[in-house]
Structures are given as C-alpha cells and as structure tokens.
C-alpha cells in the first residue's frame, strides 16, 4: 500500500470528471473502489467531501488514500475468483438474510478460511454474497472444514463486531447433532475435561490434536483449557452407534471430536480422532460402521440461537443434514421429528 498523497490538478488538464482524473492518474484501480472511497471521504478536494462525478479544476488538490500497488491489485484477483459453479453453490446455502447478517447452511468438505493447502473455501466465496451490499460478509466464527451445518457471517463491519462479542461471551447457543460409535453410557451427562493442543510436527498442521486432560490436572498442565460439552443421546441402534445432541458450553478447537473419543464413542468419519482404521463392532472404538454408512464426518450444526443485535429478537436457525448424514439417518431409519429442538430444556416432552 502506498502513503496518503496529495496531487495538484495540473495546469494542462482541462475541468473534468473526479473519477475520469483518477481512472487516468490511478488505472488500476476501479470505479467501485473509487466510488467506495469517495463515499467514505478518503478521497477529498480541498479538503472537502466528494463524489465521484464532482468536478476538479486546474489547480484543485485533491487528497488520495493509501492505494494497492497494481501487483497487490492482481494477486488478490487471483485469490478471490470464484467459479460461477461456486458461486450459485454458495448462494444456495443462505438460509437467512437481513440487512445485518447472512446464515448459511456451510457444507462438509469445505473449510471456513483458506491455508497453505486450502484455496477454495468460505472467506474466499464471500464475495458472492454482497447481494446488494457495496461490503463483503464477514466471518464472526468457525466451523471445522468436515463440520457442516449453521454458520453466520456480518454484512457490515458494527454487525461483525456485536457478533464477535456475541460469540466470544457465549451469548449464544449451538446445537451439533452427531453420530458416535457405541452408545454412551449414562445416555446424558456433562464432560469437562480440559483440552491440550500437541503438535504432529514442525510444519504439520494436519497431524495437529487435541488432548484431553483429567479436570484436576488442568492447572497443572502447561497450555490447557477448561472446556465443558453437554451431551444427550437421542436415539440408538443396539450398542452399536448413538445419534447425539450436543452442546459446547465452552468453544474450544476440536472440542466435540475430542471429547466423544475421550468417553470411547468417537465421531462417526472422524479419522483424527476415531481411529478411522478400525471398524467398529458395537463396543465404542473405532470411527467406521461399514455396512451403508458414509466414511464422512457426521458432525453438524444443528442449530444456532442468538439475540439480534438490532432488533433485540431472540432468534433460532436450523440446517438441514448434509446429504451423507440424511442417508445414514434414512438407513438407520431415524428422522427429524424424532428430536426436541432442544434435549436439554427440561419442559420438553422428551424430558418427562
């Protein structure tokens, strides 16, 4: 980026459109960035506000803010393209919009935030979900890359703020359906066991986890966080696999992976956790059924509830099942209606 620069009309230019002196001054750098800055004042003549079809004369100053260099410029056109096949995705996974805020129903497979090995992911799409909005939607939290489910991005930079907040204070409730191997036993309960990331290498991300450590041991270990998961199991087949709800009181990474594995019931797909090697034959290890099942993960955000920050609404967001998880719950015979939106509110009928 460069520094804030001030430019004298010359002489030899005749009185002009603002944008049409830049477009010649600043080539690469397009009408809608012209128009966005004119907006937001960073571009002034005089030292007073503009637009971009105002005006300038010979002998004007105008004041022009930091800008990408050209090379800035066709990098990040490079990294934010987006196939059309992604972009008509992606606009079908909203399943709510308002002026503040997106929700999407994010799909397996896809990570939330790009890295070293991930070009394609949901930041990167984000474009294509302005709509009408002149402001690309913001992330305000995550979903692991092989969890689907809700996912709620800000359309504006306050909303990105109250949302953070909102998430970072718990002043929301997240609901994950799963499917683990074997059946926990009691059927609902608490863990709090605090979690320890070790790493798989120098430069390893992938073979990075999470361990468990025993609640009295927390203070005790170097880099470990108190982390509380809620479970209830909602239905079984036999004692060979459960379809849970679960709720992260606290939002640690890979916390639900973690703590399902700990108790002997991991995840179902989960090759980080589940010793995705093993098939399991009913007695809680192993992270592959066989039979119909899908190898994929089966974890999914269920449900999201959060006040609106504007409105002040108390408002609850449901996704679907991914398609693998839909045809596990068609094999096992399970639908929708056999869960409470919420297991864990004691005025449920499923509760009494």
């Not at 930079?157 to 359906?177: D, N």
Request: hydrophobic share 35%; aromatic share 6%.
């Amino acid at each position: 980026m460069s520094r804030i620069q001030y430019i004298d009309v010359g002489s030899d230019e005749s009185e002009q459109r603002l944008d049409r002196w830049f477009r010649r001054h600043f080539p690469h750098i397009s009408q809608g960035r012209i128009e966005k800055m004119c907006r937001k004042g960073e571009i002034r003549v005089n030292g007073g506000r503009v637009k971009s079809n105002s005006r300038v004369s010979p002998g004007q100053t105008l004041r022009i803010p930091p800008l990408p260099s050209t090379e800035t410029i066709e990098k990040l056109a490079r990294e934010s393209h987006i196939t059309k096949a992604d972009a008509m995705m992606i606009r079908n996974c909203v399943i709510y919009k308002d002026d503040y805020l997106l929700v999407l129903n994010k799909p397996a497979g896809i990570p939330v935030q790009g890295g070293s090995k991930q070009v394609r992911h949901i930041d990167g799409m984000s474009e294509a979900l302005r709509f009408d909005r002149e402001d690309t939607p913001r992330l305000v939290h995550r979903l692991d890359k092989d969890t689907s489910g809700v996912l709620v991005l800000a359309r504006t930079q306050a909303m990105a703020s109250e949302l953070t907040k909102a998430f970072r204070h718990r002043a929301t409730r997240k609901i994950y359906w799963a499917l683990v191997a074997g059946v926990p036993y009691p059927k609902i309960g608490t863990i709090k066991y605090g979690l320890v990331k070790s790493s798989g290498g120098e430069g390893n991300s992938d073979r990075e986890r999470m361990h468990c450590v025993h609640p009295n041991e927390i203070t005790k270990t170097d880099g470990a966080k108190r982390a509380h998961t809620d479970y209830a199991t909602l239905c079984f087949l036999a004692q060979r696999a459960a379809w849970m709800a679960l709720v992260p009181v606290t939002g640690r990474t890979h916390q639900l992976r973690a703590h399902m594995a700990e108790l002997g019931h991991p995840i179902v797909g989960d090759g980080k956790y589940g010793l995705s090697g093993q098939n399991n034959h009913g007695d809680g290890w192993g992270s592959e059924l066989g039979d119909e099942i899908s190898n994929k993960m089966h974890l999914h955000a269920r449900s999201l509830r959060i006040e609106h920050p504007i409105t002040g609404e108390e408002m609850t967001f449901t996704a679907p099942l991914p398609d693998h998880m839909k045809k596990t719950w068609d094999f096992l015979g399970w639908t929708d209606a056999d869960a409470p939106n919420d297991p864990f509110d004691s005025t449920e009928e499923w509760q009494k």
